[in-house]
């Protein structure tokens, strides 16, 4: 479970996190536009209506694998009376739904939703709320994905550099005196695919021949990670080359860092963050 952030919706401060990469948004901050003091009982009358039984069935149906969809039946049968009443708590619990989640504690408790499910209970509210909520919504949306593309740049850009680096050294230690520029180019091009079968397992050509939908080439492809990874094995392999290791030493040598540093990277905590 990711760490939250606060929207701003017309004076009311709404929770947001990231539950298995999916926007939860918190009803219970949501409900205060109706009543700031009795926001459950706001909740609690929205899931009484029939048609947001529905809703959020239909919902589970489509996203949940392990929805109850027998009990679910019993709770849209016995809906629409007037004796009938649901929390989110009996909600998740005879059903098993994931679309609707109860979290305890002082800070950041509550009843939180994935997001289509909240902006239907917003539109239950108001119309003018919900429309206030998606745009707010969507700025925060744009603002990580302008985070995520100057860090994926960042990394690109070093890994640019490092190339300068890795290719100097191919020059001063592989590349034979007196040989034709086809030949420099066929160097370089084994070199390049050195590193490219020790991050990716493949060849550029491979690549590009098992991707002909696609433009540009491997790297451009790659994740932050994996650019990551790959802006250290340049650097890694200009020394092995002055070292005087052979090529096939040193793709065991790079795959092995390979190996380490991308699972370190992917269950590191800092990336997770970064990717927040």
């Given at each position: 479970m990711s760490k939250s952030k606060k929207l701003d919706v017309q004076g009311i401060s709404i929770t947001t996190y990231k539950h298995d990469d999916k926007d939860f948004i918190s009803l219970s901050d949501i409900a205060k536009?109706?009543?700031?003091?009795?926001?459950?009982?706001?909740?609690q009358n929205w899931m009484r209506n029939r048609s947001t039984i529905e809703f959020i069935g239909l919902w589970e149906q489509f996203n949940n694998p392990n929805f109850n969809s027998i009990e679910f039946d019993g709770i849209k049968n016995a809906s629409g009376s007037n004796s009938f009443s649901l929390t989110p708590k009996r909600w998740i619990q005879q059903t098993n739904a994931i679309g609707i989640v109860s979290k305890t504690g002082r800070y950041g408790g509550g009843t939180y939703a994935h997001k289509d499910i909240a902006f239907e209970f917003a539109t239950w509210l108001s119309a003018e709320f919900k429309f206030f909520l998606i745009k707010e919504f969507q700025?925060?949306?744009?603002?990580?994905?302008n985070r995520l593309k100057l860090d994926w740049n960042l990394q690109r850009t070093l890994a640019k550099v490092n190339y300068y680096i890795h290719t100097d050294a191919i020059k001063e230690n592989l590349i034979p005196k007196e040989i034709t520029k086809q030949?420099?180019?066929?160097?370089?091009?084994?070199?390049?695919?050195?590193?490219?079968?020790?991050?990716?397992?493949?060849?550029?050509?491979?690549?590009?021949?098992?991707?002909?939908d696609k433009k540009g080439n491997v790297r451009d492809h790659a994740t932050l990670e994996q650019l990551v990874v790959l802006s250290n094995l340049e650097s890694i392999n200009a020394l092995l080359i002055q070292q005087g290791l052979s090529q096939s030493a040193r793709l065991v040598e790079l795959n092995k860092v390979a190996i380490t540093q991308m699972r370190s990277l992917l269950e590191s905590k800092a990336v997770k963050k970064l990717k927040e």
């Open positions: 536009h109706r009543d700031n003091e009795r926001s459950d009982y706001i909740l700025r925060l949306k744009e603002e990580e994905n030949q420099i180019g066929l160097v370089y091009a084994t070199e390049a695919d050195l590193l490219n079968v020790a991050l990716f397992g493949f060849t550029a050509k491979d690549w590009r021949e098992a991707n002909t």
